[in-house]
Nanobody
Framework: QVHVVPSGGGLVQPGGSLGLSCSAS????????VGWFRQAPGEGRELVAR???????TISSAVSGRFTISRDDARNTIYLQMNNLAPDDTAIYLC?????WGQGVQVTVSS
């Protein structure tokens, strides 16, 4: 059975930083494209960043230069480091390994 478990998130002030991580069990993460989506209130789901199994990186222009995605396949874990956060980054962040999704974590950017 596959489990995908995110951690991190919370409340941060504008300009602050926050890190998310997401670990999978029951699969070998190296076989999959992995990444993060987000969904803001009243909005659709938006790709934040992803890394293919070959290491090809895709990152949204909305977060490029501020967010960094990485993967550690030895730990079956992916990370999202978010810097210089803005209120528009407020959303539920969802991680995935191929077609396996974790529960969302709330990120709120507010003073």
């Amino acid at each position: 059975q596959v489990h995908v478990v995110p951690s991190g998130g919370g409340l941060v002030q504008p300009g602050g930083s926050l890190g998310l991580s997401c670990s999978a069990s029951g699969i070998r993460s190296a076989d999959y494209t992995v990444g993060w989506f987000r969904q803001a209130p009243g909005e659709g789901r938006e790709l934040v960043a992803r890394i293919s199994s070959r290491g090809e990186l895709t990152i949204s222009s909305a977060v490029s230069g501020r967010f960094t995605i990485s993967r550690d396949d030895a730990r079956n874990t992916i990370y999202l480091q978010m810097n210089n956060l803005a209120p528009d980054d407020t959303a539920i962040y969802l991680c995935y390994f191929g077609s396996n999704w974790g529960q969302g974590v709330q990120v709120t950017v507010s003073s």
